[in-house]
């Protein structure tokens, strides 16, 4: 017995906003005032890191099509990776700067499997408009990780990264597959049925 | 105007509908691998959305091989094909369907009329594991070895926290044995559905999860992610405790093999020879990857440790050594009842050269015990033997290759 696939989305659409409203919150009152708390600097990583952890069930137990099997799959070890990356650099086990790279390098990964496993136009239906829409933003998004890697005390690069998620989270919200983009509707679709 | 357009189009992006881009089947009559005690009369396909039908939308196999589908229909979201009477035996039903999203969903499922149904793995025509599986599951052998032996090395051998190498390899192990993992169930499910690469994106492949093969993949990949997160956080947080339930876990998920393969499935199978398949994939992955740990971690970072490391591996590989000879000669008896099988199958010849190269690495491990370990035991090293030890590790790692072949092979009884 599965939960349809919207109330998956919908959880990973929560953690992603906690997350981002965690880097939402550092932004606003800035690194030294959050990490007051040892165990805040830990929290946004931590999540990601879960949240990684639990997109393997999804992988394992979605396995309606290949293509979508292997972007969960990408999707959790980018989440894993990159959280695991992060907490290693908190707790000051990793030291290169080199490897600040590894978030940009999450949302370039991720974003690329949104579009190759989204294969029709933006206007065919919602989950291509959709997937799409998460496919750029996490493209273009990267710059944020980017600039905080080079730049940490960027105030732009801080809120422009915390904001990525929580718009992430509202798209994920928003996933509904064949349902009408803005009023249009696949002719192949056929009636909704729910 | 901006701000009603903006709350128009979230308003529209926030109503419900219905998940997954592309049709997914629901249900089907038969269902998947049933056994059914008449012919059907049809055979009905239900989707969570609608669907047109294609061109041959579906085929119908026997044993023997393609049967005439005389009517295929789409009525909303089902797709209904009028079937001949099927005499008894088992059947292939491999289908077709254009998903509302503009895809072509495809996937294959099995039925037996007063018979057993075949897995979907072994579908009319599957042609069985090919090269490229068998070196897959060589490297998910080697993956495993990772793991499985690093943890062991760690907690039954050097007993003290290991360098950060430690950690990189077995996270290593634990990444490989993830992907590729997914690469054997991709290249099985690959085989069963016969699609080219393109159309095997949009395949369905929930009837091969269903399967012994599919529960053992997802067990598995469930149990390695666990394993990973443990491994990772007991160096993140330099506490050695989580080793010890990321090894147990390790070492209980292995089974997900044994579970799923020869000593599960074929004739004379029973639990003795799923604990037997089990206890000797555990022995040859802790013999391989300790042997793996001494000659990259301890040998060149830790020269204090080579010593007691040494002398505790020569009693932990002792142990395996025998497990690994009771469990194979076990499985051997039981798959090749006939003597004369070893060389008169292919199953018994592939057994012989991998039952060669295991004496050559018994050999080897022998005179490192016999001979290197007095030595080290009375002066702490022997010259080149780091370069001895490395020479074991890759004859077991080639003897790793001969077992995936062998795993892949159909035993005789």
Same mark, same amino acid.
């Given at each position: 017995m599965q939960p349809p696939a919207e109330h998956v989305h919908w959880l990973f659409a929560t953690g992603l906003l906690l997350l981002g409203l965690c880097l939402l919150a550092e932004a606003v009152v800035g690194t030294?005032?959050?990490?007051?708390?040892?165990?805040?600097?830990?929290?946004?990583?931590?999540?990601?890191?879960?949240?990684?952890?639990?997109?393997?069930?999804?992988?394992?137990?979605?396995?309606?099509?290949?293509?979508?099997?292997?972007?969960? =799959?990408?999707?959790?070890?980018?989440?894993?990776?990159? =959280?695991?990356?992060?907490?290693?650099?908190?707790? @000051?086990?990793?030291?290169?700067?080199?490897?600040?790279?590894?978030?940009?390098? /999450?949302?370039?990964?991720? @974003?690329?499997?949104?579009?190759?496993?989204?294969?029709?136009?933006?206007?065919?239906?919602?989950? /291509?408009?959709?997937?799409?829409?998460? @496919?750029?933003?996490?493209?273009?998004? /990267?710059?944020?990780?980017?600039?905080?890697?080079?730049?940490?005390?960027?105030?732009?690069?801080?809120? @422009?990264?915390?904001?990525t998620f929580v718009v992430l989270a509202v798209f994920l919200y928003c996933d509904r597959d064949v349902a009408p983009v803005f009023g249009h509707i696949s002719p192949l679709a056929g009636p909704p049925h729910r | 105007m901006r701000r009603a357009l903006l709350i128009a189009a979230f308003a529209a992006l926030s109503l419900p509908a219905q998940a997954f881009a592309h049709a997914t089947l629901e249900r089907t009559s038969p269902s998947f691998e049933q056994r059914l005690s008449n012919s059907p009369r049809t055979v009905t396909l239900r989707f969570d959305q609608y669907i047109e039908r294609l061109p041959y939308a579906i085929q119908l196999y026997s044993t023997h091989g393609e049967l005439r589908v005389p009517r295929i229909r789409a009525q909303g979201r089902d797709l209904i094909a009028s079937v001949p009477k099927l005499r008894r035996g088992a059947y292939t039903i491999r289908w077709h369907a254009l998903s509302g999203d503009g895809h072509v969903v495809s996937g294959v499922f099995t039925f037996g009329v007063r018979a057993k149904a075949p897995a979907p793995t072994e579908a009319f025509g599957a042609s069985g594991p090919t090269r490229t599986e068998n070196v897959v599951r060589w490297l998910y052998f080697l993956s495993l070895a990772l793991v499985v032996g690093g943890l062991g090395f760690r907690l039954l051998v050097a007993r003290r926290r290991l360098p950060d190498r430690f950690f990189a390899l077995t996270g290593i192990g634990v990444f490989a044995t993830l992907n590729v993992g997914i690469a054997a169930f991709v290249l099985r499910a690959e085989d069963a559905l016969q699609l080219p690469f393109g159309r095997l994106l949009y395949g369905d492949l929930s009837p091969i999860a269903h399967t012994r093969f599919g529960a053992a993949f997802t067990a598995m990949t469930l149990g390695f992610a666990a394993v990973g997160a443990l491994v990772f956080l007991a160096w993140l947080t330099d506490r050695d405790v989580f080793l010890g339930p990321a090894f147990l876990i390790a070492l209980g998920f292995v089974s997900g &093999? %044994? &579970? %799923?393969?020869?000593?599960?499935?074929? *004739?004379?199978?029973?639990?003795?020879?799923?604990?037997?398949?089990?206890?000797?994939? %555990? *022995?040859?992955?802790?013999?391989?990857?300790?042997?793996?740990?001494?000659?990259?971690?301890?040998?060149?970072?830790?020269?204090?440790?080579?010593?007691?490391?040494?002398?505790?591996?020569?009693?932990?590989?002792?142990?395996?050594?025998?497990?690994?000879?009771?469990?194979?000669?076990?499985?051997?008896?039981?798959?090749?009842?006939?003597? %004369?099988?070893?060389?008169?199958?292919?199953?018994?010849?592939?057994?012989?050269?991998?039952?060669?190269?295991?004496?050559?690495a018994f050999a080897w491990g022998g005179v490192h015990k016999l001979r290197a370990v007095p030595v080290v035991a009375r002066d702490g090293t022997v010259r080149r033997l780091r370069a001895s030890l490395a020479g074991e590790s890759m004859v077991g790692m080639i003897v790793l290759l001969v077992a995936a072949f062998l795993v892949n092979a159909k035993p005789p009884t």
């Open positions: 030294e005032v959050w990490r007051r708390r040892a165990w805040r600097a830990y929290l946004w990583p931590g999540l990601a890191f879960a949240l990684g952890v639990f997109m393997w069930p999804v992988m394992t137990f979605y396995t309606n099509s290949t293509i979508h099997m292997l972007a969960h =799959g990408a999707w959790a070890e980018v989440l894993m990776l990159a =959280g695991a990356v992060e907490l290693a650099l908190v707790r @000051g086990k990793l030291h290169h700067p080199a490897w600040r790279l590894a978030m940009a390098s /999450a949302f370039l990964v991720s @974003g690329a499997a949104f579009l190759v496993h989204e294969q029709n136009a933006w206007l065919f239906q919602r989950s /291509a408009f959709l997937h799409h829409l998460l @496919g750029w933003t996490l493209v273009l998004a /990267a710059v944020f990780p980017l600039v905080r890697s080079v730049r940490p005390r960027s105030q732009t690069a801080a809120a @422009g990264f915390a904001l | &093999l %044994s &579970l %799923s393969g020869h000593s599960a499935a074929d *004739a004379g199978a029973s639990w003795k020879s799923e604990l037997a398949d089990w206890a000797h994939l %555990s *022995a040859a992955c802790l013999w391989i990857g300790g042997l793996v740990q001494l000659v990259v971690v301890v040998w060149p970072l830790l020269p204090e440790l080579r010593r007691p490391a040494m002398l505790a591996f020569s009693r932990l590989a002792t142990v395996c050594v025998g497990v690994l000879l009771l469990a194979g000669v076990y499985l051997a008896i039981l798959r090749l009842p006939q003597v %004369s099988d070893l060389w008169t199958t292919g199953y018994g010849r592939i057994l012989l050269v991998k039952v060669g190269l295991v004496a050559l």
